[in-house]
């Protein structure tokens, strides 16, 4: 049975479905109060920088390995999302491995803007002189799709890839058409088929939703780094997830797996209080450590 | 009439109310959501260090003037509270300001502890060679008492002291007496007389409540540093502020007050949604900027 802190994301879903069928107030100011799910990882520092002239912000875990970096790419639909409400979420994640994490920012536009400007921030990484091997990417729904779409960029560029990828709830069949959004469409408060087709159109702008740089499920993914993926056995995109496992584990590409019984779209978010989060954080840390060298 | 923004705040009180009244689960985790009222400030660096053996943490603005710091201290009634809780907060009056905030705790014990570990961090401050005239104290609720018997104690043991001081709802007056605590029942949700009685009697422990250095409304406040309350119109609270301002005033302090109308005790958590809190904050960085020689 799911824990009880656990149901903080399926309130924070649900109430999300609610609000979006009221009508919008433009007076009101929105706060994204998305982040309030996660608890503090404490014993980390926060510092604010540019990068290629978008905001972004390195989380630093005292004690972690300054040259070990976990490229960190938030969700949020391409419509919401940001460094800041990611903030606790990838520091949880940055401490449990003991590296650094660089959260960046895209502009959240029609492709292919989005890939292009996270292409910029992997670039600037190795720029600044740390070493690809040292580099896992991690990315949240629609920064897990850039997570992975990226690496796909970054080898047709001929740049070296990244360590490991590590994916959560993963956003990467623009076609929508995965059946578990219709096998989950009772368990799922918020990411119901119209919904994420609303936000695929918006985010294709008449491009291919087979195109692989959209959707990387259709990608030769051949050659791509280690990849992890953790998804919510109640959401809807649980799917597409276990899809992307398959294909990326028949194309050669050593892929782990795991499906967390009755949690919702990235419940990760709720590190720090829920069990099941805190498991996911520890397991995808104990799976990249070695693969960034670490012991 | 209070803005919808500001209603966040009387439900934080609200739902804090009605959980104080359920019997506590010992098995459930339990994350202090308190900070998740706060907007996000931007722009800000957050680094944890140790003072004299205790977390804190500098909020560093974009362009802040280094040498000028805001000594915050936060409230929670001396049960709950942290840097993390008033990070937020605290940043947007730093920011506001543009100097430097150390977020500092202090032990959560009876009286003296908490103030000294307050007096410590001052006096750290000092030795880390920031002049007195360069500091401004700030504190919320317990940590406004806090903020000013840390200056009568810095007096009495011959240190100088700060330039200013920010006093948001200041809880100073242990004897719990004061007629708002009748008068506003119907419109505070959480501060019930029997409810900050019972958080005076932990923090006293026995102690004389009318003693200056536990409630500071009842100590000789001349030759203190510039003093600024503000304080909400709806809270039981705004009592023992206004009576402090008098007192002040009485004693030839520099002595600045606002009530805000409909406004909760500590309702500047709301910064960057709120208009009422972010007009409190603006009204602080105003008053305290020429007393620590900012143009």
Do not use: C
Not at 46 to 67: F, Q, R, T
Not at 200 to 211: H, I, Q, R, S, T
Not at 235 to 241: P, R
Not at 250 to 274: C, I, N, S
């Amino acid at each position: 049975m799911a824990s009880k802190e656990s149901q903080v994301v399926r309130d924070h879903w649900t109430r999300g479905a609610e609000e979006a069928q009221r009508p919008a107030d433009p007076t009101e100011k929105k706060i994204d109060h998305w982040g309030d799910l996660t608890g503090e990882p404490g014993g980390v520092d926060y510092l604010e920088i540019e990068v290629a002239g978008l905001p972004a912000m390195w989380a630093v875990p005292k004690g972690a390995a300054h040259d070990r970096v976990l490229l960190s790419v938030h969700g949020g639909g391409n419509v919401s999302g940001s460094i800041y409400t990611h903030r606790k979420l990838f520091a949880h994640l940055a401490k449990a491995v003991g590296a650094r994490a660089l959260l960046t920012e895209y502009r959240q536009r029609p492709h292919p803007e989005p890939l292009d400007d996270t292409v910029t921030a992997y670039r600037w990484l190795l720029d600044q002189g740390v070493r690809p091997e040292h580099i896992a990417l991690v990315g949240d729904s629609f920064g897990g799709g850039l997570s992975l779409t990226s690496m796909l960029r970054a080898r047709e560029l001929g740049l070296p890839t990244a360590a490991a990828i590590m994916l959560i709830s993963p956003w990467v069949d623009m076609t929508v058409g995965n059946q578990t959004f219709e096998t989950n469409d009772a368990t799922d408060p918020f990411f119901k088929k119209q919904t994420v087709q609303w936000l695929a159109d918006k985010f294709l702008n008449g491009v291919d939703p087979k195109e692989p740089l959209v959707s990387p499920l259709y990608a030769d993914l051949r050659g791509l780094p280690p990849v992890f993926v953790q998804v919510g056995g109640d959401e809807t995109l649980v799917g597409e997830g276990v899809e992307l496992a398959e294909t990326a584990r028949k194309a050669g590409v050593d892929t782990q797996l795991e499906v967390f019984p009755e949690q919702l779209h990235t419940f990760q978010m709720a590190a720090g209080y829920a069990p099941e989060s805190d498991d996911a954080i520890a397991k995808f840390a104990a799976w990249v450590r070695p693969r960034l060298g670490l012991a």
